[in-house]
């Protein structure tokens, strides 16, 4: 009697301890959802002010970019001999918009845009380490007098995944001078653009850039090392506090942030303590861990076995908004076998994904902003948020769930001040090549003809009615 009262016992003790630990590290928004009729009905809350834009990234778009980290790895092969970039696709000349910015400026006008979201080409502005291109210089000036001459305010992106080959040659984020190195460029374009240039996103996600580029393999220079992923990482956080100094110090009046790319990884089986504990590592490590670090100096990215990278001391609280790039969270499982230990399980079908393999998942923009809440009172900016939808059938409605979601976190008091479509065009996704659309306008490569998406009408009207 008394052995049977024991072994009860202890098995309540297992099992309180287990889902304790389990309830401990599970998000507790896991299942948010949200009733679209019911976010209708909340009032429009955008202000006047409110910066509706569109956003790009220089190597996706301009062209002749052709002394940078992607340009090689472009032409790369990887250990099987096949070819880095899907079916060998190249950025070449890409959308062009080097050329037609012009053009790209009037098709933000038609969509009543007021603001735009780009970044500047290192490799083409300091060709060489310490030579920089003052032709290039100037056309990112010219740039700016375009948007600003039709009411279209700029937002400037000083790092967005490329470095010049010189720099990708020194180990570029792997090196611990790099902040110093990055700040030298950041110091010319502002030196150049900040009389104009109100609002800078020093660096677009580093996470990706350091993940996609050191552990996955699937960007430049395609390694799979984990402790080089958290290295970079790390230092391109402190090449962001370097470069916000930088900039304050030229124009203390700018509004400085950085674009963090939130993804929520939600464990497979909500009840599997092994896939809770999977998924709250990749959200600590991906997602809050840029957060201690801008608000409290202090960055830390660690995975028990593999890697622990930390650093404390950086300036506290060196950032003047947060820049969010959201598009959809998964559904993560710990596997003890095989050589990725936490694989991503899709759970629905094709037909209700984005064409990048993605869920719709607007409620995640909402948990993505009250993790930032959690942490700061600063204003934030949506940077990025958009759909890979070449059939443009799920387009519209994209769009609308994900500003019924931004509006509803206005009417509870967040301070949000502008949301950018990713992306003005179609254009170079990465690894993906040309194949993933995500354009506001479809862009035929043959040509260079640009045309307005019919879900993207749906953008223009929220803006209308919003400016009503
Ligand atoms: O195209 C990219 C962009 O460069 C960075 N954020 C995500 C986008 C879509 O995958």
């Known amino acids: 009697m008394i052995t049977l009262l024991i072994i009860l016992l202890v098995l309540v003790v297992l099992v309180s301890v287990y889902f304790g630990v389990l309830l401990w590290f599970r998000d507790p928004d896991l299942n948010l959802r949200f009733d679209f009729a019911k976010l209708k009905a909340i009032p429009w809350r955008f202000g006047k002010d409110f910066l509706w834009g569109s956003a790009t990234a220089s190597h996706q778009i301009e062209g002749g970019c052709d002394n940078n980290n992607w340009f090689a790895f472009e032409s790369a092969v990887d250990e099987q001999g096949k070819p880095r970039i899907k079916d060998g696709q190249k950025a070449g000349l890409a959308c062009d918009s080097w050329n037609r910015y012009k053009e790209d400026t009037q098709l933000m006008k038609a969509l009543s845009l007021n603001s735009y979201r780009f970044s500047v080409e290192w490799s083409k502005i300091e060709p060489k380490q310490g030579e920089f291109d003052q032709a290039a210089l100037d056309h990112y000036d010219q740039v700016v007098d375009d948007l600003l001459a039709n009411g279209i305010e700029p937002l400037v992106t000083l790092h967005h995944f490329s470095n010049p080959l010189w720099f990708e040659q020194q180990g570029a984020f792997l090196q611990d001078n790099s902040p110093q190195i990055f700040a030298q460029f950041c110091e010319r374009v502002v030196q150049r653009l900040g009389s104009k240039v109100k609002l800078w996103c020093t660096i677009n996600e580093p996470s990706i850039y350091a993940v996609f580029g050191y552990a996955t393999a699937e960007f430049p220079p395609g390694e799979k090392d984990y402790k080089k992923a958290a290295r970079a990482f790390r230092n391109m956080m402190l090449s962001h506090t370097a470069a916000y100094q930088v ?103 094709p037909d209700q994904l984005s064409d990048m393999g993605n869920e719709m998942y607007p409620a995640g923009l909402y948990r993505a902003l009250k993790l930032i809440t959690r942490y700061t009172s600063k204003p934030i900016y949506v940077l990025e948020n958009g759909i890979a939808d070449k059939a443009d059938t799920r387009r519209a409605r994209y769009i609308e769930e994900h500003l019924l979601v931004l509006n509803k976190a206005i009417a509870d008091g967040m301070d949000i001040r502008g949301y950018q479509y990713w992306s003005l065009l179609d254009n170079f996704e990465w690894a993906k090549g040309f194949d993933m659309k995500f354009g506001l306008y479809k862009v035929d490569f043959d040509t260079q003809k640009r045309t307005l998406r019919e879900g993207s009408r749906k953008y223009l009207e929220i803006i209308q009615k919003s400016k009503a």
């Open 247 to 349: 900039i304050k110090r030229i124009r203390p009046e700018a509004k400085v942030g950085m674009a963090v790319h939130i993804h929520f990884c939600d464990p497979l089986n909500p009840w599997n303590l092994f896939d809770v504990l999977v998924a709250h590592l990749l959200n600590k490590n991906m997602n809050d861990c840029h957060f201690p670090y801008l608000t409290k100096g202090h960055f830390s990215f660690s995975i028990p076995g593999m890697v622990n990278e930390t650093y404390s001391g950086a300036e506290k609280n060196a950032f003047d908004f947060i820049g969010l790039n959201y598009y959809t969270h998964s559904y993560r499982k710990f596997q003890p076998s095989g050589s990725d230990h936490f694989p991503e399980v899709i759970k629905l079908p």
